[in-house]
Every structure is written in C-alpha cells, then in structure tokens.
C-alpha cells in the first residue's frame, strides 16, 4: 500500500499557474498507473489526468486539455501536475490516486474511481482574485 501526499500553493488567481506534487512512499509510483482528481464543492469527484506505468500517452479531461500537465519524477517517486490559466471554476480539492489495474487508454478508463487503491489526503486549490 503507498502513502500519497500531495502539496501545492493554495491560492492563484484567475488565469495563473500551479503546481501540484504527489509525493509516495511505501512503493514505487512507476508500478502503478496514476490519476490526479478533484472534487468541488457540492460536486462529484472527477478525473482530470492519468498517466500509465510507461509514461506514454496521459489522458486528459476535455476541460483541461492543453492547460494541465501530469508527469513523473521516478528518482523523487512523485507525480506532479502543472496547471496553467487557471479558472475559478476550478477551485476544488485535488487528490493523487494510484490503480494497478486501470488501463490508459481513455478518460472514461481513468474515471473508474473504484480501481484506485491508494489515495492521498487531497490539497485545496482556491482560484480566486
């Protein structure tokens, strides 16, 4: 079992940029396909990114496709997701999770929520001016 953490600067505003970390300990991230999610207020959660095993071909959430940015640092066993022109709609928790069964090849794929096994605590994003 991993443990997740993640961790990012809380407030940007409109239009700016973020960085996220999820940082694991426990196992190897390169042995699991990883999904970055968030939750808004009165909402479910959703998938915005998963990256698998080879690193090859993330998906993406139509919404934020060509904003957001998933990648992996092995030698730090961390995933990160930069996230540019932010919106406010956008401001939620998000969480790392990991799956060892979740196939990449769609966002319908990386939304089996069920799949994922892990999950970090989540950080609060607020986007706001």
């Known amino acids: 079992q991993l443990q997740l953490v993640e961790s990012g600067v809380g407030l940007v505003q409109p239009g700016g940029f973020l960085n996220l970390s999820c940082a694991a300990s426990?196992?190897?991230?390169?042995?699991?396909?990883i999904g970055w999610f968030r939750q808004a207020p009165g909402k479910e959660r959703e998938g915005i990114a998963c990256?698998?095993?080879?690193?090859?071909?993330?998906q993406y959430a139509d919404s934020v496709k060509g904003r957001f940015t998933i990648f992996r640092d092995s030698a730090k066993n961390t995933v990160y997701l930069q996230m540019n022109s932010l919106k406010v709609e956008e401001t939620a928790g998000y969480y790392c999770a990991v799956s060892a069964t979740v196939s990449v090849v769609s966002m319908v794929k990386c939304n089996l929520i069920a799949e994922y096994s892990d999950w970090g605590q989540g950080t609060k994003v607020t986007v706001s001016s």
């Open positions: 990256l698998s095993i080879s690193g090859i071909s993330p």
């Open positions: 426990g196992g190897s991230l390169d042995r699991y396909t």
